[in-house]
């Protein structure tokens, strides 16, 4: 089976699975009806095969490739020359590619990463804006989190590398290059590439204290 295939084929058991561990959070979020989509200027993280899904599924709703991936190299670079990744990003004013700037909705929802999948948070809306400055009450979701990257990878890890990892943006310009390179080159360039994701990623979590001065996390079964 192609990889596409695959990765379409891995979110509708991702998605069963998360609406089951995942429905006492979403009952008690403030998610459902807002409309802010402030979470999406949080830089999200995600494997390859997520990646390769949002892709996927962004070509087939007629979404435009070129730009997605002109916006993805851009945010790339900046997360790259970043100090603190995660939080610039937001305070920089950048927002997720997938973001519909018009409609304030992602432009491949069903095909989400798992990491805005799990983003729940309890706390008013507007708070969660980058210039509120006001702790955010988020449910702690973190094992649900990795019970659904197991999922996934289980079910893509025969057709996609499921080593490759790191924020969307640079999964996104992965998703490309495994797309239209053959397996050696892409394994090849992949190698290369890892070190300066791995580096935005101990980045972030070099500054994980410091945003959670700004997150207060709370037991997701209360
Ligand atoms: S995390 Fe905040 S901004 Fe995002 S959907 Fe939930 S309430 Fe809205
Ligand atoms: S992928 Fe979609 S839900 Fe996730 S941050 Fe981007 S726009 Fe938001």
Redesign the pocket.
Known sequence: MSPRKTARRALPIVDVYARQILAGAAAR???AK???????RIVPVAVLGEAVALVDAFARGGGDLKSLRAQAAADAAFLRDAEDPSYDYMLSGRQCALLDARTNRCRAYAARPITCRV???V???A???PDARRV?S?LDTRAHALALFETFANATSSAIPSWVAGTLPEMILAAFAFLELDAASFLAWARVERDAWDRVMARIEAHEGDRMAHIAQQDERA
């Open positions: 979020a403030s998610c807002c409309t802010h989509a402030h979470c999406c983003y729940f948070v706390s008013p809306p708070e969660c804006a955010v988020a």
